[in-house]
């Protein structure tokens, strides 16, 4: 799959999911600023993944006008458990890199599901992408607009009543839309 397909599928889905639902009220701004960086890692073994990883932890240091990156891992991590695996040791290296405290990952898979809740509740389309992908937020940046947002406690319970509210087929639907972008 092309680099560029696959960024545009997970453009897609995040302007029709985490920004038009309002999921992550911060998206928007990063996404119309044109401030997150996409970066697809077409490795198969973790080890190149990890290593690719490590890349990008550098490519935030030295270029603070990224806000973010999105991770994107479209072979080697189908599996959600295979992925899990994956957040481990990605959590792992981000710590042993000294970069505790500084980038935050955030999960995001096609099969994603939330400990405790059954797989087909419509809530895991919070976290349900096109394609596995971390996503990888300065600390310090979610720190500034948390202390201006009122109740950030409260994201994740209208999440929860909006992902309801709306259901199964509506966020099955964007991303079956998202895979018509790699044609």
């Not at 109740?151 to 909006?162: A, G, H, K, S």
């Amino acid at each position: 799959m092309q680099d560029e397909k696959i960024i545009e599928a997970v453009k897609y889905w995040l302007e029709s999911t985490i920004i038009e639902f309002n999921f992550c009220p911060f998206a928007k701004k990063e996404f119309l600023n044109n401030s997150i960086h996409y970066e697809v890692v077409d490795e198969r073994s973790i080890e190149e993944q990890l290593l690719s990883l490590s890349h990008e932890f550098k490519r935030l240091d030295e270029q603070p006008e990224i806000e973010t990156t999105l991770f994107i891992l479209p072979v080697g991590l189908e599996s959600f458990f295979d992925y899990l695996d994956f957040l481990h040791a990605a959590t792992d290296l981000s710590i042993e890199l000294g970069y505790e405290g500084q980038y935050q990952l955030a999960s995001f898979h096609p099969d994603y599901c939330f400990e405790g809740v059954q797989q087909g509740d419509v809530t895991n389309y919070t976290n349900r992408s096109p394609f596995p992908f971390i996503h990888i937020i300065r600390e310090a940046s979610l720190e500034r607009v948390l202390e201006r947002y009122p109740n950030p406690e409260e994201i994740p319970v209208r999440n929860i009543e909006v992902a309801r509210e709306k259901g199964n087929d509506v966020f099955r639907a964007i991303l079956e839309r998202s895979f018509s972008f790699l044609d």
